[in-house]
């Protein structure tokens, strides 16, 4: 079994940073792509950023300039850092990895999402 565990959700006030950690766990061959979704109340879930194996990222559009998607490959984490946060921003983010396990299964995994609140 594999799991997401993310943190670093909270509460800031518009124009400040959080950073969101995800942290996978569990008998893991190798990660693929990993990536951050959001999902705002009564919205559709939708992906904010991503990044390959080999770093390579892309972003929506709406946080191009103020997110930035990282991974630590030894520590088998994601990381968002997240700046310039505006109202609308707040969201459910969610982590999601695609996962080979040690006997070759592959998993497409979700953390439990963590809530982002910007407001003053």
């Known amino acids: 079994q594999v799991q997401l565990v993310e943190s670093g959700g909270g509460l800031v006030q518009p124009g400040g940073s959080l950073r969101l950690s995800c942290a996978a766990s569990?008998?893991?061959?190798?990660?693929?792509?990993m990536a951050w979704y959001s999902q705002a109340p009564r919205k559709q879930r939708e992906l904010v950023a991503a990044?390959?194996?080999?770093?390579?990222?892309n972003y929506a559009d709406s946080v191009k300039g103020r997110f930035t998607i990282s991974r630590d490959n030894d520590k088998n984490t994601v990381y968002l850092q997240m700046s310039s946060l505006k109202p609308e921003d707040t969201a459910v983010y969610y982590c999601?990895?695609?996962?080979?396990?040690?006997?070759?299964?592959?998993?497409?995994?979700w953390g439990q999402g963590t809530q982002v609140t910007v407001s003053s």
């Open positions: 999601n990895a695609e996962i080979v396990g040690l006997s070759m299964s592959q998993y497409d995994v």
């Open positions: 569990g008998y893991i061959g190798s990660i693929g792509t």
């Open positions: 990044i390959t194996s080999d770093d390579n990222t």
